[in-house]
C-alpha cells in the first residue's frame, strides 16, 4: 500500500517556492523490490556498471598507493567514508541506465555518460554534496589532531598505536557520530533530488526539498534503506575496492527505483 501526501511543509506559495510533487508512504517491503530491480537493471547491462564501478575501484587503489607512500594510509579510512557522501553525483549514468529501461529506450555508454549534462542545476547538486565531502574531511582531520595531534599516521601505526590507545574508543565514537551525521544530511538531501533532477527539469532546491520532505514521511523506512546502501558501499571498499565493481551499480540502480516509488507525478 502506498499513500501519497501532497500537503507541504507551509504554504509554498506563500513561501515564494515551487510547490512539490506528491510524496509516497511505502511499506517496509519495498527495500528489498528496489534491491531486486536494480540487480535487474545491473543483469541487463553489466558493461555498464562494471565499467562504472572499475573506475572508482581502481581510484580506490591509486588513493590507497599514494598515501602509503606518502606515510598516510591511514587517511584512506576517512576518504572511503567520504566517498559515500558524493557517490550519489557519481553514478547519475547508472541512474539514467535505469531510466532509459524502465521507458524502454536504447541504452549505451554514450548516454550514461552524457546524463550528467540533462539538467544544468544537476552542478548545483553536486557541489553541495562537494562541500559535505570536504566538510567531512576536515571535521576528521581536527577529530584526530584533538585526540591525537600530529599527522595521521600510516595503516599499519593506526592499528597498532591509534585505536589500542587510551583515548582510541572515544576517537572512534566521536568520529562516527560527527561522521553520521553528516552522512545522514547528505543522505536526506541526495537521495531523492539527483534522481529527480535527472528526470525533471526542477530547481535544485525544489529537489532537495522533495527529498528532504520523502525522507521525513519514510523516515523508518529511509533509515533502513540508509544502512542498506551503507553495507553495500563498506562491502565494495572492504574488498580491496573490487567489490565496488558489482555493489555500487547495484545501489544506484535500486536507488533510481527508490526514487519512483517515493516520488508521484
Not at 88 to 100: M, Q
Not at 131 to 150: D, K, N, P
Amino acid at each position: 500500500m502506498r499513500r501519497s501526501h501532497h500537503a507541504e511543509f507551509g504554504d509554498p506559495v506563500m513561501a515564494g517556492l515551487e510547490p512539490l510533487p506528491a510524496i509516497r508512504q511505502v511499506t517496509v517491503d519495498r527495500s528489498t523490490t528496489w534491491l531486486e530491480r536494480g540487480f535487474n537493471d545491473f543483469r541487463a547491462h553489466p558493461g555498464i556498471g562494471l565499467a562504472y564501478g572499475a573506475v572508482f575501484a581502481a581510484l580506490g587503489w591509486l588513493l590507497t598507493f599514494g598515501l602509503a607512500e606518502l606515510g598516510m594510509g591511514s587517511l584512506i579510512l576517512p576518504l572511503a567514508a567520504g566517498f559515500m557522501l558524493v557517490a550519489p553525483f557519481l553514478a547519475i549514468g547508472l541512474y539514467e541506465v535505469s531510466r532509459r529501461r524502465e521507458a524502454g529506450e536504447p541504452v549505451t555508454m554514450m548516454q550514461a555518460l552524457g546524463a550528467v549534462r540533462t539538467n544544468g542545476q544537476m552542478a548545483d547538486m553536486g557541489l553541495v554534496l562537494l562541500l559535505l565531502f570536504f566538510a567531512w574531511f576536515q571535521v576528521a582531520m581536527i577529530i584526530f589532531a584533538l585526540f591525537f595531534g600530529g599527522r595521521p599516521p600510516a595503516m599499519d601505526e593506526f592499528f597498532t598505536q591509534i585505536l589500542m590507545a587510551p583515548q582510541g574508543i572515544p576517537f572512534l565514537m566521536t568520529g562516527t557520530i560527527i561522521g553520521g551525521v553528516i552522512a545522514a544530511i547528505a543522505f536526506a538531501l541526495s537521495v531523492v533530488s539527483i534522481p529527480m533532477l535527472l528526470e525533471r527539469k526542477v530547481s535544485a532546491l525544489t529537489a532537495m526539498r522533495t527529498s528532504l520532505k520523502a525522507v521525513w514521511l519514510n523516515r523508518m523506512n529511509m533509515i533502513g534503506w540508509a544502512a542498506t546502501l551503507a553495507t553495500l558501499g563498506f562491502l565494495g571498499v572492504s574488498f580491496l575496492f573490487i567489490g565496488l565493481a558489482v555493489t555500487l551499480p547495484i545501489a544506484a540502480h535500486a536507488s533510481w527505483h527508490a526514487y519512483r516509488d517515493l516520488v508521484g507525478e
